[in-house]
């Protein structure tokens, strides 16, 4: 935990759309070293990962996953093999203890080539949706995180709710929410426009 200042240090540098708070958010409520990875160049941290555990349903069967979370390396360390080498002991180190399965949701589309190089497949696909605004009602971040509650609390996907209320909140200062029938709609703006991400 000596370490952790260095850490913060390099998620600023990594994730500069995350403030303060949520930093602060992710290492008192979700940092355990022993889900840590960390690249040093002598004894400067220049690269590091992080994972969290998850439960993921395929067909029918319920396995042990983790999701990779905060993968961060310095910027002048860039491209020198210090993530595919923590990579490498991510793996097996999770082989050693029965997992069967990683996530990694990347920042921006940029990296995806890169976790494919890895082996990641993308599962998900682009697709455009007109909505009438008029069947749903706008909601505030709380009225939102309620509903994402209820509906992991009551998911039978497999997965289990990984953030925090407080930390749902941070992240959603730059989102709009709509509801409908229990459910929401989330949306971040990008170029002039509002994305559908949940």
Same mark, same amino acid.
């Given at each position: 935990?000596k370490?952790?200042?260095d ?7 990594g994730f500069?759309k ?8 992710? /290492?008192?409520?979700?940092? $355990?070293?022993s889900? =840590? ?7 400067e941290?220049? !690269?590091? #990962?992080f ?12 396995y ?7 993968v ?5 360390e860039r ?20 997992y069967?399965?990683?996530i ?7 990296? /995806?080539?890169?976790?494919? $190089?890895?082996g990641? =497949?993308?599962p998900?696909?682009k697709t455009?949706?007109n909505? !009438?605004? #008029?069947?749903f009602q ?14 992991f609390?009551?998911?039978?996907k497999?997965?289990?709710i990984l953030?925090?209320?407080?930390m749902f909140?941070e992240?959603?200062s ?5 509801g409908?029938?229990g459910g929401?709609?989330?949306?971040t703006?990008?170029?002039g426009?509002?994305?559908?991400y949940?």
């Amino acid at each position: 935990k000596k370490r952790i200042p260095d850490m913060k240090a390099l998620w600023k540098q990594g994730f500069t759309k995350d403030s303060e708070a949520f930093i602060d958010l992710f /290492f008192d409520k979700f940092y $355990k070293p022993s889900k =840590t990875l960390l690249g040093y160049n002598k004894n400067e941290l220049v !690269s590091m #990962l992080f994972w969290m555990d998850v439960k993921i349903k395929y067909n029918r069967r319920v396995y042990k996953g983790a999701y990779l979370y905060g993968v961060a390396t310095k910027i002048t360390e860039r491209h020198a093999g210090y993530f595919s080498t923590l990579h490498e002991r991510l793996v097996d180190t999770l082989l050693l203890k029965g997992y069967r399965a990683i996530i990694a949701i990347p920042e921006n589309e940029g990296l /995806f080539s890169m976790y494919k $190089k890895l082996g990641y =497949t993308a599962p998900f696909r682009k697709t455009l949706y007109n909505i !009438s605004s #008029l069947d749903f009602q706008a909601l505030t971040p709380d009225e939102a995180w309620e509903r994402h509650h209820n509906e992991f609390k009551k998911s039978r996907k497999g997965f289990r709710i990984l953030e925090s209320r407080e930390m749902f909140i941070e992240t959603a200062s730059e989102h709009s929410f709509l509801g409908f029938d229990g459910g929401y709609f989330a949306f971040t703006k990008s170029d002039g426009k509002y994305i559908m991400y949940d």
